[in-house]
């Protein structure tokens, strides 16, 4: 379909925080657009984050799309640091009750919302990239590469870092942290089952090595790289002799299987203030990246698309009463506080699990304050408390829960 399609909201981009907004949306009764430049087949094959905090569970719950997450995937239920033969192993079953964090891969939440959504009669453009935002009679307009134009009192970007509605808008007035945090990862997909039911950091001489679950038979490894180091330099033999190294208790016995996929990943922090301008609103990664290490972004992705559900829905249903940019601009401030609160988490844990590179300045000082953090987590129960509830994250918000 190509077209002329007014609506009350666009959502460009249909990752996790585009469609979770649409979906809300649409329960909401408020007319609303999705569009992506991707189709069906491209969305569902993006694996990416796995982890899933309480509040993210919940949400999906009460949009009633949880049904195969709650068979298929996984509970998480705790996490192990090693350091030089040292594990330290957090246990947080005990804190979860019968609302655990899950491990479930991207792209099934992705295929979940998607479903629901469109089963519900929710409009998705798919295979439609955007290519320019606009503007008549004073309200956005976005047009697609295929000449489709859609006309709304609002957009939403929810289409990444690079997405083209930020791009389109004037970059002074957003102001960008960005951090590199001089950390480079080799993450893996292996078609093999986890050697251990649960997270593990490890810290190695060589540099870190992780394991995150995704499935019975899929699992997410991380190795640290050297700075110059490509994908070319990583065949799947020395990405296997690595990890068996860096993270097997005993060597030669971590179960290989075929890799899926390999990609670099820089450790990189990035966030826009504020998330909104005019009638322009960003969620998710549009308006901010956390570092992978404390396993964010997806959940941050679609806490933002929550509170703006909850906020449009409000203001459209009371009949547009009040300034769209005033509604906009609180959801900018209540999102930013949380953002910053998760950077500083992921912060906390990129620290934890990275030592500094050798030969730095005070790389023994700073060593020594990773070990203390790490050895405190061990033998403080109060302390391994506070660090377990934020791992996990809070709970979905009652009063983004009531009206969904
Ligand atoms: C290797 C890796 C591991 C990760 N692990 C975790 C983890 O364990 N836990 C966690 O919470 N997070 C993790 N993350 C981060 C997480 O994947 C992202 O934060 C999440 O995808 C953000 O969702 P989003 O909807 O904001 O953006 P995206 O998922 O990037 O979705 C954006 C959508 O916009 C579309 N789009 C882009 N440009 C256009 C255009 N011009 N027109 C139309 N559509 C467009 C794209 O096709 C895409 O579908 C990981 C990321 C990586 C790379």
Redesign the pocket.
Known sequence: MVGTIETQVAV???????LTLASLLHKRGVACVV????DREQ?LA?A????LERRTVQLLDRLGVSKRLRTEGLPHTACEFRCDGEIVRLDYTDLCGDTPSFVYP?QEVVADLLDGYESAGGSALLG????ELGTERGLPVVRCADGTVVRAEVVVE???Q???VRAALPAGAFTEYDVRHGVRLL?VLAQTPPFAPHTIYGQHTDGFAGQ?LRSPDVT?LYLEVADDEGLADWPEERIWRELDGRLALSPGTLRRGPVLER?L?EMRTWVVEPMHLGRVAL????AH??P?SG???????MADAADLAAALGRHFRDGAIGDVGEVLAAYSRRRLADVWQVQEFSHFMLHLQHGPRPGTPDAGYVEALRRARLFRLRDDPAYARAFLERYMGPELAPELASDI
């Open positions: 460009v981009g249909s990752g996790p925080a585009g569009i992506d430049k991707f969305l993006r990416r984050a796995g982890f991207q439609r990239p955007v290519v929810a289409a990444g690079y997405g083209p993450g995150m997410r990609s990943v969620v998710g990664d549009a990246i956390v992978p396993g964010k972004g997806m959940n941050l992705a």
